[in-house]
């Protein structure tokens, strides 16, 4: 069965810290998917990245950051310095061509960047 | 440039009572999808629309129905409202059924059930 593992519920930074976010997966599944999503405080939900399982690159966007290593399952978030426009729950998902119809949220991450 | 719209926002129940809760899109996707976010639970799939005219259950789908009723419109029922169901509930579509596809999700609807 497929599981999505966010083990930090919480997060607290001070403005200007880095912080990592992790994500760890379980899936029988040769061919899958990983995304990263954000929540803000107004409560939408929105698309960060996605990854497949067949591209272990990492990539880099601005302050973010995400490390995929197939090795350990896992697919941590990497915000560098921090700023409190990041405050957010952000969640991991995973999905698949086989049930791609369903992706598996993990229980989120909430992160509070303080000024 | 409306993307999902849920409507209502808010809204309180009394248990027993039933309501629809409404999606509609205009992006054009094939696939829709029914959420409830629960504090420290992520999000949980209650039932889903591949493709226009098909629906099924996914994780959570027990006290709720759904109908497709058009390639735009995806609409969720409670039928007798239990405080269980007091969420945070999100709809979402995909262009198509792929898992490479990622979601796009409504603003969410707040039901409370008293």
């Known amino acids: 069965a497929q599981k999505v593992t966010q083990a930090q519920t919480e997060i607290s930074v001070v403005e200007k810290e880095d912080v990592t976010l992790d994500c760890v997966y379980e899936?029988?599944?040769?061919?899958?998917?990983l995304f990263w999503y954000k929540q803000p405080p107004s409560g939408e939900l929105v698309f960060l990245i996605r990854r497949n399982s067949f591209d272990e690159q990492n990539e880099i966007s601005g302050r973010y950051s995400w490390n995929f290593q197939k090795s350990t399952s896992s697919f941590n978030f990497t915000i560098t310095a921090s700023q409190v426009v990041d405050s957010a729950v952000y969640f991991c998902?995973?999905?698949?061509?086989?049930?791609?119809?369903?992706?598996?949220f993990g229980a989120g991450t909430r992160l509070f960047v303080k000024a | 440039n409306a993307g999902v719209t849920q409507t209502p926002k808010f809204q309180v129940l009394k248990t027993g009572q039933s309501m629809t809760l409404q999606c509609a899109q205009d992006m054009n996707h094939n696939s829709m999808y029914w959420y409830r976010q629960d504090p420290g639970m992520g999000l949980r799939l209650i039932y889903y629309?591949?493709?226009?005219?098909?629906?099924d259950k996914g994780e959570v789908p027990n006290g709720y129905n759904v109908s497709r009723l058009n390639k735009r419109e995806f609409s969720l029922r409670l039928e007798s409202a239990a405080p269980s169901q007091t969420s945070v509930y999100f709809c979402?579509?995909?262009?198509?059924?792929?898992?490479?596809?990622?979601?796009?999700f409504g603003d969410g609807t707040r039901l409370s059930i008293l």
């Open positions: 998902a995973l999905s698949d061509d086989t049930g791609g119809f369903k992706t598996i």
């Open positions: 899936t029988r599944d040769t061919t899958y998917y």
């Open positions: 979402a579509t995909k262009r198509d059924r792929g898992g490479n596809q990622p979601q796009h």
């Open positions: 629309s591949a493709s226009e005219g098909t629906t």
